[in-house]
């Protein structure tokens, strides 16, 4: 699927940090580790799950919508997928990121779950950025400053996305200069 793809699109909005999304993207990041290891073969065995995006940060405004990532060879991306499609989420493919098997669910309480190569590019850089916004409250001040703005400026999830990148952009370049 394309990123213009109409159904990826959706409102959103930013919020306040919610000091329960810790405990709560701890929980489905367990669940969905808990679910995996009992997959036939391989999969089972190499898969890890993590907690990532904004609401992994203490303190950082996000959407109110958990981001977990899970991590697994890249043989296995479909499986694992296939698997989290069974637990209610719906899958949307790539959604304009080569790599990444991107799935949603919206319910009482909203989550994205990003399926990638473990130890790959994605899986690293996301993993990055969040210890690098978690070590520096400046970065992590500007990054929320940029998703309040690129929030009031869109309201829509494409243009808010691409309303951000290049802070994104900028802060991923910090942190891998400073090696996380």
């Known amino acids: ?3 213009t793809t109409p159904e990826l699109d959706e409102p959103i909005h930013v919020v306040p ?3 329960t999304w810790a405990a709560l993207g701890r929980a489905l990041a367990e669940r969905l580790a ?3 290891r009992g997959l036939p073969g391989a999969v089972g065995g190499a898969v890890e799950v993590e907690h990532i995006g904004s609401t992994s940060v203490p303190g950082l405004a996000a959407k109110p919508v958990l981001d977990v990532q899970v991590g697994c060879a890249a043989g296995d991306v479909e499986a694992v997928a296939g698997h989290v499609r069974g637990l209610g989420f719906e899958d949307l493919g790539e959604s304009g990121v080569p790599g990444r098997r991107y799935l949603r669910r919206r319910s ?3 989550a994205n779950v990003h399926v990638v190569a473990l130890g790959g590019r994605l899986w690293a850089d996301n993993l990055l950025f969040r210890d690098h916004l978690r070590a520096h409250p ?9 998703k309040r703005e690129a929030a009031g400026a869109t309201g829509r999830l494409l243009a808010y996305s691409e309303h951000k990148a ?3 952009a900028e802060l991923l370049a910090e942190a891998r200069a400073a090696g996380a």
């Open 138 to 146: 400046e970065a992590a001040a500007r990054y929320a400053r940029a």
């Open 166 to 168: 290049a802070t994104v």
């Open 108 to 110: 009482e309480q909203s």
């Open 17 to 19: 940090y919610d000091p």
């Open 34 to 36: 808990a679910g995996l």
């Open 1 to 3: 699927m394309s990123n």
